[in-house]
């Protein structure tokens, strides 16, 4: 394809794109189509001959845009918000655009330079110290597991250069609670330490936050053992009911063992741009590590998760390589971001911030992520006002849990019923948010905070949530046929 | 941003792109700036009030661009190839604008499905067999580890569900050569082996592939030493010389010991895709696991890396995770790509390689690569053909490594010569080149395959290393004054 060929395309794909996210309240928020639909409506064999960029956009708009669910509808309240802002696709676009080669300062220092500066920048409007740096990587389960890497080589005293872990002659143990996302049980198992090393400490009640005390009992417990207590992962804003564990007494604890804390912070990160909600963190200075997702609720497009660290030399002793034929004779005065993490290559991602803070504002993202903590404000209280409705704990930021228990209903007919009437929902195309477990309970998750979601759209959602647990209700209570 | 703010600047946008790669070959080659000059260039504090689309793309040519190495000129020869199709620059694009968010096959079932058909489609070009099921990672680097992750598991007998990588008993090995990719040694190290019990198998003279009889050697030595052989990483087409490991040889002793081997084919995989270079990984079928980057030569955009496997099983049961706000009704029938490597989170990348062979096809790109691959022969003829300059391995593919040797220069004093001729041809902006160690010593690796490098191109490098060879020569052996 040939740059001219490219620039027709090109503005063809801008037009459609903007057509697009100007469209996309119309369409079904979860996609309404069947396993392998897509697989087959696509040829088994690669292309023989050329296609041609408008046959593809017609392909895609045909075959492909009907198998996706639309997470950047106003009505999508699943999962966490995972905001695509046109600024930051625009940065996004310039990237590709760019075709960089990120293996080595060398190899696009304007790559690299550029990370260091909207990292800093977004250092400085969470409020962390100038004690930090930070770098991209593409999710938070890959910082989780890079932390944990580098918990488990300070604690072994850099057990790769020798033996490595399986010569290690006291388990390393690692802590966190039951709310901790599924990423972090799966980093803890990929570094090595094995489920049996794993601890998840006891919560305090309904806030699902570590109890601190359990959490040094638990320690104290594992060095009598003779284990060594290595790594803790503390959740600010946990994927389950958005909980806060007490990072300042978590930080405590860990600093009299010489504990690694790594703080998830993937989805509440977002909040940390608020001054009035930092409390949620306190005492995060004294954390090793930090991860948080910009590609989630403010907006900068996937992938693009962000991972702080106070002492980075840690993570270069454990990442960093240095083979002939990537060295340059400035290597000593610069920043090598491959000796930050998993993967050598990395694509130009620092453009995506930079374009969503530079077209849409902080402040605009500011307000906008205010407008969505109102807003679960205003829902919870809609909710809890309601006879049979219950929010199920504290509404920390956007995330609002909730519950339908009519007369009669309880344990797997509750479950049954929870069930039922968020399926509805979803598979109706109307709007759509995720079931999940608490205690081993069905719940319904309502994640606000797509860019496009205002508060008629919750009025809406509200409406719809009575209407399908009512229907459904009278369905469950007539007498089966089965 | 709205959408119609977004049409405009993304015209603009792709206007500018198309420019700069229409132009790029008037610009330097390595970007011809300091260290620091452009995190200088850029305010050290967040932009407090939007600046505007406009204003970035000034600052986006004025600031960045000069801190830009270009990969995509045609005078570089560094590194591998790192080709930006603007074919699949374009699905890049698109991927972008749908801002969609892979974290299981209901949040988009259309990235989830092209993703297996894409790959299916790129195993059939490769003449791999149906018993291969892959996905796209982001680089080579953490398909290794990931390869590395399943084999240390299988060894362990799964004892991640258990005590994990330190409870284990008998140390496991692995087994590379010296000309594997730093990445190589890295993945070892992070997945817990420990440098001790890493192998660097003797290689066979001038070919640098992995003596079988080393091999076969080595492991026989480590199970008489009470270890357990766990997992052979082969290559196809090494970083520094382009070698080629007798892949056939070594399954067949893999096989007598149930070790996990892993072909780290991340350049050469693009060869694979001309029938008449397939006899140079010839007993692949057997091997377990295998990574090809198409964002290397094939040309797709960076990240895009393959990993095939020929049992998925063992990936699946050590990477899963089936948390209850990520089920639906529907994943007993369909595929969860968050289950094939470490991150949650996927952008839709199987885009760029179906815009890839749907634009340019696949005749277009084989033929490129048949260039490439005459456009070396030439060259390293031309090299040899010369008095004072020799060709230091055997042209597998696209890579000549080549030295300079006037008479009287050997050893430390060759080296300085190496480097200062390189040096300053890179310098220059001219062309680009990596110089890299052979047995220690210095020499130059001319990787020739940027889509628009044309024999013209290498006649132009090939007078200017004569060039600057010949005058670094002149210089060195005048009277020195320091």
Tied chains: 1, 2.
Aim: net charge negative.
């Amino acid at each position: 394809m040939t740059p001219e060929e490219f620039r027709r395309a090109g503005h063809q794909l801008i037009d459609w794109i903007a057509d697009y996210r100007n469209n996309l309240e119309q369409r079904p928020v979860r996609a309404q189509i069947e396993p392998g639909e897509i697989r087959r409506a696509l040829p088994r064999t690669p292309p023989e001959s050329p296609a041609g960029a408008e046959q593809l956009l017609a392909e895609l708009e045909q075959v492909l845009v009907p198998g996706i669910t639309q997470v950047q509808h106003p009505m999508h309240f699943g999962w966490f918000p995972s905001n695509a802002s046109l600024a930051s696709t625009l940065g996004d676009i310039a990237s590709s655009g760019l075709g960089c080669l990120g293996i080595s300062w060398e190899s696009c220092p304007a790559l690299t330079e550029l990370e260091e500066v909207v990292c800093d920048w977004l250092r400085q409007l969470t409020g962390l110290s100038q004690n930090w740096e930070g770098c991209i990587q593409d999710t938070a389960s890959t910082s989780c597991l890079t932390a944990l890497l580098i918990a488990r080589e300070r604690a072994s005293d850099y057990s790769e250069s020798r033996g490595g872990l399986q010569a290690e002659d006291k388990p390393l143990i690692v802590y966190t609670t039951e709310e901790a996302h599924s990423s972090v049980i799966k980093a803890a198992l990929l570094a090595g330490f094995g489920r049996d090393n794993l601890r998840l400490v006891a919560m305090d009640g309904a806030s699902r936050a570590m109890s601190a005390t359990a959490l040094a009992r638990q320690i104290e417990a594992d060095i009598a053992a003779g284990s060594l207590p290595c790594a803790i992962v503390a959740l600010t804003g946990s994927t389950g009911v958005v909980a806060f564990d007490p990072i300042d007494q978590i930080t405590a604890i860990a600093a009299r063992h010489a504990i690694w804390v790594h703080v998830d912070a993937a989805m509440a990160g977002s909040a940390m741009l608020l001054p009035e909600y930092r409390h949620l963190w306190e005492g995060v200075e004294a954390a090793d590590s930090i991860a948080w997702n910009p590609h989630k609720w403010m907006g900068t497009i996937l992938d693009c998760s962000l991972f702080y660290l106070r002492d980075v030399q840690h993570l270069v002793r454990v990442m960093s390589t240095n083979p002939s034929y990537l060295r340059s004779n400035v290597d000593h005065e610069v920043r090598q971001y491959r000796d930050w993490g998993i993967p050598l290559g990395r694509r130009f991602r620092a453009l995506k911030i930079w374009y969503h803070l530079g077209i849409d504002g902080i402040d605009a993202i500011r307000a906008r992520l205010r407008r969505d903590l109102d807003n679960a404000q205003w829902f919870a209280q809609r909710v809890s006002a309601s006879e049979n409705w219950q929010v199920l704990a504290p509404v920390n930021l956007q995330t609002v849990c909730i519950r339908h228990q009519p007369d009669g209903f309880e344990g797997e007919s509750l479950d049954r019923h929870t069930l039922a009437w968020v399926n509805a929902i979803n598979q109706s195309g109307a709007a759509f948010m995720s079931p999940a477990q608490l205690d081993g309970r069905w719940m319904a998750r309502v994640s606000i905070g797509v860019e496009a979601t205002t508060r008629a759209h919750l009025e809406k959602l509200w409406q719809l949530i009575q209407l399908h647990a009512n229907e459904v209700t009278g369905e469950s209570k007539l007498p089966s046929n089965s």
